[in-house]
């Protein structure tokens, strides 16, 4: 089964304008943390964003902030004020079980974000 | 800092040849990992390492090796390159899982191998 949902391969969003991308994962630990990671089309893989999930606070940084719905299991990532360089693939990670673990971390399929001017 | 660096970024095989790719780390992280990328699956995890001398097997392990001699490098080898092979190839480093913190991953810019 799919630890991370991402439905939507593709979103389009004007640039200025906000965006959600949505994000779906399962687990069964009551430990765990989840990322957002942003590929631009030059290829590097750039962390922006995480939440813990026993942070009680939705987590932000700059443009980004993840809206985090424990008991719907979602994180989804809200960009404000879309800039032209937030065209990328955007990808939702989970990490599974305590801070202590070896640190695996399971990635969604991604989606891609395209800003238009 | 260089940060995580990849040897080669490019690099076409024939089937059945082999290769090794290299992975460089600055920033003294004990873990390191080997993820692939292919289109509409996100990264996978290849094998990682949560130290000079240990290494274990992730998600897709099979026909890779790997090998981390020192705490800096960790190099993943093809012994028999196949087509199903072709991809790119992310390495990425953590500090050890402490208590508190994100502890993200830091990636390095990719290797794109290509096995005809």
């Known amino acids: 089964a799919q630890k991370i949902t991402q439905t939507q391969p593709g979103m389009f969003v004007q640039e200025k304008e906000a965006v959600t991308l949505d994000c779906t994962y399962d687990?069964?630990?009551?430990?765990?943390?989840l990322f957002w990671y942003k590929q631009p089309s030059s290829g590097e893989m750039i962390f922006l964003i995480y939440q813990g999930s026993y942070d009680e606070q939705n987590a932000t940084e700059g443009r980004y902030s993840l809206n985090f719905q424990k008991a719907r299991k979602s994180a989804n990532l809200v960009i404000s004020a879309s800039q032209l360089g937030d065209s990328a693939m955007y990808f939702c990670?989970?990490?599974?079980?305590?801070?202590?673990?070896?640190?695996?971390?399971?990635f969604g399929p991604g989606t891609s974000l395209s800003v238009i001017p | 800092n260089a940060g995580v660096t990849q040897t080669p970024k490019f690099r076409v095989l024939k089937t059945g040849q082999s290769m090794t790719l290299l992975c460089a780390q600055d920033m003294n992280h004990e873990y390191m990992y080997w993820y692939r990328q292919d289109p509409g699956m996100g990264l996978r995890l290849i094998h990682y390492?949560?130290?000079?001398?240990?290494?274990a097997k992730g998600e897709v392990p099979d026909g890779y090796n790997v090998s981390r001699l020192k705490k800096q490098n960790f190099l993943l080898g093809l012994e028999s390159a196949a087509p199903s092979q072709t991809s790119v190839y992310f390495c990425?480093?953590?500090?050890?899982?402490?208590?508190?913190?994100?502890?993200?991953?830091?990636f390095g810019p990719g290797t794109r191998l290509t096995v005809l």
């Open positions: 687990t069964s630990d009551q430990s765990y943390g």
């Open positions: 990425a480093s953590s500090y050890r899982p402490g208590a508190s913190g994100s502890n993200e991953q830091f």
């Open positions: 990670a989970m990490r599974e079980g305590p801070r202590t673990s070896y640190d695996k971390v399971i």
């Open positions: 390492s949560v130290g000079e001398g240990t290494t």
